[in-house]
């Protein structure tokens, strides 16, 4: 049997395989981050399509801090009744989830939250108003956010939690010269850059102890001038693997600027998939801490070499598992097709229309055939 139907462990956390279904904005909480009973479906269909390990919408620690409307929360205690809700669906379905937790800083949507955004240093090309620059306090204040989130995401029965640092988000900016122009101990080297990650790596493992999972995603390059290089990159990585960091999830890109987007459009060849995997690569020969690998994955054979070849310990998904969410199942069972994904990108439009993520494509096949 393939590797990756092995059973494996990050830290306490037993997965069935190593398939991990990517964090994304699927536009199905309310407009105050409440998940919705359509949400949960989601989730338990992940799980009953068979993926090891599910990772949750990427959750707003802080009001201040949120980046798209209908985005899930978890900055108040009011929201962990519909989460525990979640995590039993998942649990009931044989699966395991993680939560993301996320802050937008400079790219969180003033629109809704009234407040102004976050910035790691004054930033170029936004309207003074909108923008304000990260304090001392606004620091203390923020790793206290995410240690309280954390504490609400064990009580809520995640399996675990993953920090949100990549894709041009508050802590990726910390992370990148492009955002971080700070004098103080938090910019200049790689060391102060990622100074504030250490810093709330450990007070989460205050408030949720040794044997709990605690995983990082973080960008293995921004792709943007003067952006997070390669070389700083693996530095970071291993500051974090040092400080006890469960599993790194590595990708690529900014969200909103780049030439290279997280997701890539027009992945019809297997020679296009994995577009993050020579940093993978960096990562596994510098680094023991087990890594997972997310980008532009879609063939099995990939998949497979990818794993057994030691370059990643998990292979990552999220626009495949949009349109199946039982790819995992139907791969198990022998139908080793790639999956459906069309890599168009289109299943995000509706979710800006108040829709939720889905596959445009498939339900335009769907009524194609029903014609």
């Given at each position: 049997?393939?590797r990756?139907?092995?059973?494996?462990s990050?830290n306490?956390?037993?997965?069935?395989?190593?398939?991990?279904?990517?964090?994304?904005?699927e536009?199905l909480?309310?407009?105050?981050?409440?998940?919705?009973?359509?949400l949960i479906?989601?989730m338990a269909s992940l799980a009953?399509?068979?993926?090891?390990?599910?990772?949750?919408?990427?959750?707003?620690?802080?009001?201040?801090?949120q980046?798209?409307?209908?985005?899930l929360?978890v900055?108040?205690d009011?929201l962990?009744?519909?989460?525990?809700?979640?995590t039993?669906?998942?649990h009931?379905?044989?699966?395991?989830?993680?939560?993301q937790?996320?802050h937008?800083?400079?790219?969180?949507?003033?629109?809704?939250?009234?407040?102004?955004a976050?910035?790691?240093s004054?930033?170029?090309?936004f309207?003074?108003g909108?923008?304000?620059?990260?304090?001392?306090?606004?620091?203390q204040?923020?790793?206290?956010s995410?240690?309280q989130a954390a504490?609400?995401?064990r009580?809520a029965?995640?399996d675990g939690?993953?920090?949100?640092?990549?894709?041009?988000?508050l802590l990726?900016q910390?992370?990148?010269?492009a955002y971080?122009?700070?004098?103080?101990?938090?910019?200049?080297?790689i060391?102060n850059?990622a100074?504030?990650?250490?810093?709330?790596y450990?007070?989460i493992?205050?408030v949720?102890?040794?044997?709990?999972?605690i995983?990082?995603?973080?960008?293995g390059?921004?792709f943007i001038?003067?952006g997070l290089?390669?070389?700083?990159?693996?530095?970071a990585?291993?500051?974090?693997?040092?400080?006890?960091f469960?599993?790194i999830e590595?990708?690529?890109g900014i969200?909103?600027?780049?030439?290279?987007s997280?997701?890539?459009p027009g992945?019809?060849?297997?020679?296009?998939e994995?577009?993050?995997?020579?940093?993978?690569?960096?990562f596994?020969?510098?680094i023991?801490?087990?890594l997972?690998l997310v980008?532009?994955l879609r063939?099995?054979a990939?998949a497979?070499k990818?794993?057994s070849?030691g370059?990643?310990?998990y292979i990552?998904?999220?626009?495949?598992?949009?349109?199946?969410?039982?790819?995992?199942?139907r791969?198990?069972?022998?139908?080793?097709?790639?999956?459906?994904?069309?890599?168009?990108?289109?299943?995000f439009?509706?979710?800006?229309?108040?829709?939720?993520?889905y596959?445009?494509?498939?339900?335009?096949?769907?009524?194609k055939?029903?014609?």
């Amino acid at each position: 049997m393939s590797r990756l139907f092995e059973e494996s462990s990050i830290n306490t956390m037993v997965l069935k395989n190593r398939f991990v279904r990517a964090a994304t904005w699927e536009g199905l909480a309310t407009e105050k981050g409440e998940a919705t009973s359509e949400l949960i479906e989601r989730m338990a269909s992940l799980a009953k399509g068979g993926v090891g390990l599910i990772v949750s919408s990427h959750s707003y620690v802080s009001q201040e801090g949120q980046g798209t409307p209908w985005q899930l929360g978890v900055y108040d205690d009011n929201l962990i009744s519909k989460l525990e809700t979640m995590t039993s669906a998942v649990h009931e379905n044989n699966g395991k989830i993680v939560m993301q937790l996320a802050h937008a800083g400079l790219y969180a949507e003033v629109r809704l939250t009234g407040q102004a955004a976050l910035a790691v240093s004054a930033p170029d090309g936004f309207s003074e108003g909108n923008v304000r620059t990260i304090t001392q306090d606004d620091i203390q204040h923020l790793v206290s956010s995410y240690a309280q989130a954390a504490k609400r995401v064990r009580l809520a029965g995640f399996d675990g939690i993953e920090i949100h640092s990549g894709h041009g988000y508050l802590l990726s900016q910390f992370l990148s010269p492009a955002y971080n122009k700070r004098q103080d101990e938090y910019g200049g080297t790689i060391e102060n850059r990622a100074r504030i990650h250490l810093q709330l790596y450990q007070a989460i493992r205050e408030v949720v102890g040794t044997s709990y999972p605690i995983l990082i995603k973080m960008n293995g390059a921004d792709f943007i001038e003067n952006g997070l290089t390669k070389e700083d990159s693996l530095q970071a990585a291993k500051l974090f693997a040092d400080a006890g960091f469960d599993a790194i999830e590595v990708s690529g890109g900014i969200i909103r600027t780049g030439k290279l987007s997280p997701s890539r459009p027009g992945i019809t060849t297997e020679d296009k998939e994995a577009y993050f995997q020579e940093y993978a690569k960096y990562f596994k020969s510098n680094i023991k801490t087990p890594l997972i690998l997310v980008g532009g994955l879609r063939s099995f054979a990939v998949a497979d070499k990818i794993v057994s070849e030691g370059i990643a310990d998990y292979i990552s998904m999220s626009r495949p598992l949009i349109r199946e969410p039982d790819l995992i199942n139907r791969w198990k069972s022998g139908d080793l097709r790639k999956a459906e994904c069309k890599s168009d990108n289109l299943c995000f439009t509706p979710a800006f229309e108040g829709h939720g993520v889905y596959c445009v494509t498939r339900e335009l096949e769907k009524e194609k055939n029903f014609e």
